[in-house]
């Protein structure tokens, strides 16, 4: 009778004979340290469920900085609020992974503090106009 549950899904299949031949074919071909820290590499480069956790600000600004920064500031708290209130309610879905509630979390994924202020850390980021000095021109003489 197939199982049901939590374990239905575990299953400790023992290596196949080739399996095992790779591994050590392998291990005296490459040895001990060079096996483990291969294993460790593939370990690190495995992806987690859910979304990233941080959202750097660098990265935000190189996808929606030339628009972001033709707004003025009252649109640009705006629209990170609409995003700040979205992330939050994805976060309280209850469907989700405990993980990926916890990513999808505003106060994680937008770097924590309130809207204004992650607006003004953006603003501080985006690339300094030039400031124009302005004509003065004299009238003229006729």
């Known amino acids: 009778m197939a199982k049901r549950g ?8 023992s290596p ?5 031949d790779d591994f050590f074919r392998t291990l005296r ?5 060079e096996l483990n820290r291969a294993r460790n590499q593939y370990q690190k480069s495995k992806q987690k469920r859910g979304r990233r ?3 750097s600000d ?5 996808v929606l900085g030339n628009w972001f920064a033709s707004l003025p ?3 640009r708290v705006e629209f990170i609020e609409r995003e700040y209130q979205a992330n939050k309610k994805q976060s309280e879905v209850e469907t989700l992974l ?6 999808w979390d505003p106060r994680r994924s937008w770097g924590g503090g309130t809207v ?3 607006v003004r850390r953006l603003e501080r980021q985006l690339p300094k106009k030039p400031r124009t000095r302005k004509a003065t021109r004299k009238p003229a003489r006729v």
Request: proline fraction near 3%; aromatic fraction near 6%.
């Open 6 to 13: 939590k374990s239905a899904a575990k299953t400790n299949a």
């Open 16 to 20: 196949t004979k080739r399996e095992v």
């Open 29 to 33: 071909k490459y040895g001990l340290e």
């Open 53 to 55: 956790q941080i959202v």
């Open 58 to 62: 660098k990265e935000f600004l190189a």
């Open 73 to 75: 500031h009252r649109k």
């Open 98 to 103: 405990p993980a990926a509630r916890e990513a």
């Open 116 to 118: 204004e202020s992650i």
